[in-house]
Every structure is written in C-alpha cells, then in structure tokens.
C-alpha cells in the first residue's frame, strides 16, 4: 500500500551542487566558479523525489550556473493529476505557479513575505488563511510569455505557518480550507526535509561525487547509476519491509529498515539483477538480510544542525593513483 497525503502522493523537488573533477572539457561543459583557493568546478543536479517511497523519479545533471526554476519546470512532464509537489522558496516564481495551473498540477511552495503586494499585505495583516488571485507585474507577464506559457488566471491560497523559530508564509493551489486545514500544512511541508537528506545519502552513502573517471561522459554515467542504485535500494527496502512487520508488531515502537546497510546488501546483488540472471531464491535471501538490520523510528526528536566540512577524494583510488 503506497502511503499518500489525502490523496495525493508527495512529491518534492529541489536542486544541490556537485564538486567534479578539474580539467578542461568538464569546465567547458559544467563551469564552476574562482576563488582564493584557485577555481573550483562544480555541477548543479536537481531531483524529483518521492518523499513516501524515498523514491528518485527524475534527475538531471547540468551547467553550474542553470536555473534551478528551469529544472523544476523539466520534472513536471514527470508528474500526475494526483500528485502534490513541495517547494522551498527559491523556486518561488508566478510563472512557474502558471505553468502548475496550466498542468493541473497541485503544489505547496514556501514564498518570501515580499513575493508581491499582495503577500506583503497578508503579512502584515491579522489573517492566518486566505485565497486571493495573483496580480502579476508587467514583467512577471513578459516573463511567462517568455517560457511559452499563456496568461491564465492564477488562483492560490497563502497560509502563515508559525514554528518555534518563527513564522514563514506558504502559498498553495489546495483552497478548500475545511477539507485541508491550515493545520496540517506545518507537517506536509516538513516532509520536504525528505529530499535533503536523500541528498546526503547520495553524498555520504553512495559517495557520488567520487567519480570513476575524468570525462563529461563518466560524470554523467557515475551521477545517474548513483540514482537508479538508490532507487533500487529503496524498492528493496519497500518489499523487505514486509519481512519484518509481522515481527515488531507488538513492539512499543515502530521500526524501519536501516538504508545504509541496505545499500551494502543491495550492491551485491546489483550486477547480477541489472543483467537479468538473478535467481528468485537469490532475491528472497537478499530481501531477508535486508530485513535483518531495523532502526527504532523515534517521533519528536530534534537536534541542532552540525556543519562539518568534509573533503572527500574527487576520483576513485584506483583512478587518481594509477
């Protein structure tokens, strides 16, 4: 059972940078940016993600300095009329929120409280929910006509959401304020924090930016087997869950496959699977040591964001020394 959001299924897109290896061709093709320590290359990758399923749906590797607006709109042709994208505010455009409409594509996106006139009066206003239609700019117009996109009338809902660390503004095409109230909201974007932290398993755990080779070629084969073995490891870790539902059903807590093991797991059997010669008994048994290795899902509990620096090698040991 595909576990949903009234309805939908919630979808999350967002954007991260990629240190790459320095040589000519990959600058030409990627750029990068110069400063006092020399000039570092550096891609820009950008993911639609299942944030239930823990699912990689589409990604892209692109120049460093391509528009991570332009991306999301590319993931659209990706999604269905009963999907509910999420958004943090740097995607924040009216032409993009036109180019939902013109989809038929729901979405709940972050906005800065000086998006427009109109949200900078809803922040200073009493109101906590409210439905307007958006008034765009002369240029705002020129700039969706830009994309290809036809001037239709934008309709959406801003929401003031308040946290222990203050108060940020939503806006969202869901209007219907009895049937999703304002509430649930705070929880339905917290999940977009699922897309983060698939960013640092493709970076800590697949060690993505340790590319097997020098050439535009190798980067973009290394970035995208990176994402069809996380989404392997995660289908993988659907079917194991069942293995163990039935065993921790009279536990006091919840409890999940570990994915840093189950990428272990997985890797072994990967080749063989890719090549169609996996036996079903071989599958079963990797699915069962899968299950063999939980984590207690712990609710409400929070910690403070460490920043740690950490340099990992640009090539494989056995390219860079050979």
Known sequence: KIQT????????????????PNTPDVFKAFGGQDNQFGRKLMALGSCLYDVYQGLVLDATLVHYSSSERDLAFGHLQHTSTNDLILYDRGYSAYWLALAHIIAKRDFCMRIRSNFNKQTIAFGKSSKRD???????SD??????????LSIETVTVRLLKIKTTKGEYLLMTTLLDNTHYPRKDFAGLYHMRWQIEEAYKTQKCRFEVENFSGESVLSLQQDYH????????TAISCYYAQGYINKHVSKRKLAYKINFSKAISSVKDVLVNALNDCLLDVDMRQSLQAISKNLTAIRSGRRFERVKVRCRRPMLRKGYRYA
């Open 5 to 20: 959001w009234y309805g939908f299924r919630i979808l999350a897109v967002d954007g991260s940078k990629y240190s790459l």
């Open 130 to 136: 409210a439905v307007i239609i958006l008034d765009p």
């Open 139 to 148: 240029e705002m117009i020129a700039h969706a006509k830009s994309k290809g």
């Open 225 to 232: 087997a990176c994402m069809l073995n996380h989404v392997l």
